[in-house]
Nanobody
């Protein structure tokens, strides 16, 4: 199983980025998919997740700005990030798990760096 994340980069505050994470090796249509981030000097935190049925979760600071979605035909999860703030600067990691994400046995992508300048 491999997860390939892409879409990070440098953007000014108020701008937008769209992250993608393409999975290969098996079909993940029944899995939970999501995104974590880790800022310098901080612990990794859950940003957003989406269940196989489309139920979404968002961390409070990104509600209304970020949108998580998935395309099961492409085995891909997305994170649309709008109205970006400097505090969103972090390495973003995708994660896929059978019942939960971020737990032992779940799959991690390699991380993609998002830098938001003020």
């Amino acid at each position: 199983v491999q997860l390939q994340a892409s879409g990070g980069g440098l953007v000014q505050a108020g701008g937008s980025l769209r992250l993608s994470c393409a999975a290969s090796g098996r079909t993940f249509s029944t899995y939970v998919m999501g995104w974590y981030r880790q800022a310098p000097g901080k612990q990794r935190e859950l940003v957003a997740s989406i269940s196989s049925g489309g139920t979404t979760y968002y961390e409070d600071t990104v509600k209304g700005r970020f949108t998580v979605s998935r395309d099961n035909a492409k085995n891909t999860v997305y994170l649309q990030m709008n109205s970006l703030k400097p505090e969103d600067t972090a390495v973003y990691y995708c994660n896929i798990g059978l019942w939960r994400i971020g737990v032992p046995g779940s799959y991690w992508g390699q991380g993609t760096l998002v830098t938001v300048s003020s």
